[in-house]
């Protein structure tokens, strides 16, 4: 009886045993799963429990925007609050507007004011623009986003200009007369205030108007999953936000493979049916997206030269808001903020780039510099890395004068064709990744592919990536940083909803709030692709980017006055 007594506690000492192990077992398990969580390889539901990577049961979840769960101090959210403020755009008075009373470039006019006047380089010209409707109304109410720039076809030359909003359908245009001779004034409407209250619902209700997804793939099975910053719905998702900068990214999450087994990013497509039918006829090509507006009276002016000064010398002060910050004459970008040299030879940018290390950081319109320099230069030679066409990572060597030409797309979002997994990186980090110093040259853009999104995704990205540049320059304050700005581009009805200029230029306002006051440069190709006499292009020809590549070689190699 004592035997069997013994062997009983003996048992029970034994399961309990077991269920200690058992409980530790589950324990370790779930942390291995919240390490996966944090490291942006498993996926959430609404009340953030963690489940097996097994199961696929749908989960009640709110709709989940990485943007809005922000945590900002004093600071960021007072930044955030004044650069929203900034770019507030005016809205009409009433609600809903009809068609024909929505702006007419066809009906509206500009006048110069005092055409008839002395003009020498460096004058002020004013311009009126005076908007109506489809009715020949006068416009009482402002919002209209228009371009304006003043040129001389047989010079090859061009500048923009600066343009007011009075908020009752009138317009004050501002332009530095900046070269000696007839100047024309053209002035474009590219969307009716009644479109761009459209384009601003659009931004702030439907950031999913442009979608992503992702394959995941183990052994012969694979996957394909929506992605987005915002994935609205009950299903469960993979949560790859980043560790170091907090961006959020999910993907909804296959359902057999775990969220670990993700190979590669890529455009998903355009939503369509975005627009009702009456929000529709403000986006037509021949009648109200990038149309001119014509002169009711002399368009041009005749400029004198100014006395005894040439107009090259001008204050070279860089500041990203000066306006206009340069002007093309006979085809070449003269800068308003610093000295240019034109490196017309190869040779002139082999000896500037020599030694030197230089990281190209953005979307496909700073991959057009790679592409330039690498086919402009001859002893620059590409390092076949094995990327995907037209995605990068790219990489170019010149190892007879020490040169190291990299390019690398940012992170998402990001509208580009197949992209590895491994390869998806936030410029933020990379920078965190360079030592820096006299011989290292990094030149960043990132617009393009925000422009669907609330702006405050766009403030956030360019939040961290500030506070790279400015630890990098604190521990290698050498390093040359160059921000290339956004530029205008063609645009038609669809294009309008996914990339309009006005997205581009709101953004671009941003940008160039956040990044005044620290030690960078910019290569202003918002004005050197509206001033110059080409079509508005995403990417433009070759002739305005050997004038990008020019500005940017400029602070590389500077002249010496």
Known sequence: MWRDSFRLQIFCLLMAVLAVVVLVHNFFQLEHLDDDTVSGSNWITENDVQHSLSQTTKTTRKPYCGYKQQFLSKREQAEQESL?????????????????QSTDPARSDFVIVKPGG????????????????????????????????????????????????????LYKVFFTLLWPGEIKVSVSLVHPSEAIQVLLRLREERPDRVYFKSSFKSGRYSETTECNVCLPGDLPVCNFTDLYTGEPWFCYKPRKLPCASRISHAKGGYQKGLLTQEESLFFQSDVNIKRP?????PD??????????????????EDPTVSPSGYYYEDQWRSRTHWIHHFNKSDDITK????????????????????????????????????????????????????LLKFRCHGPPIRFST???????YIANELNGIVGGRNTVIAITIWSHFSTFPVEVYIRRLRNIRRSIIQLLDRSPKTLIIIRTANVQELGPEV?????????????????????????????????SLAH???HNLHPKEVIVKNQIDAFLSYVCPLQT
């Open 84 to 100: 929203l403020a900034a770019i507030q755009w005016p809205k009409p008075s009433d609600g809903k507007i009809a068609f024909v």
């Open 118 to 169: 002395f003009f020498r380089v460096g004058d002020q010209l004013e311009v009126l623009v005076h908007m109506k409707d489809f009715q020949g109304r006068p416009k009482q109410y402002g919002g209209d986003y228009l371009q304006a720039r003043i040129h001389s076809p047989l010079l090859k030359a061009g500048a923009t200009g600066r343009i007011v909003d009075c908020r009752n359908g």
């Open 293 to 297: 507006i014509l002169s009711s009276g």
């Open 300 to 317: 041009s002016v005749i400029v004198k030269p100014k006395a005894f000064t040439d107009s090259s010398s001008m204050d070279r002060a």
């Open 352 to 403: 500037c780039l020599q030694g030197k290390v230089i990281h190209l950081f953005g979307d496909s319109t700073i991959r057009q510099w790679f592409e330039y320099l690498t086919a402009f230069v001859p002893d620059l030679v590409e390092f076949n890395l094995g990327s995907p066409k037209n995605v990068g990572p790219f990489m170019s060597v010149d190892l007879k004068h020490n040169i």
């Open 419 to 425: 992209v590895f997994s491994s390869e998806l990186r």
């Open 496 to 528: 309008s909803l996914f990339n309009s200029d006005w997205y581009s230029f709101q953004l671009d306002s941003v940008m160039r709030k956040m990044f005044s006051g620290i030690a960078v440069h910019f290569v202003d190709a918002w004005e050197m």
């Open 533 to 535: 006499y080409l079509p």
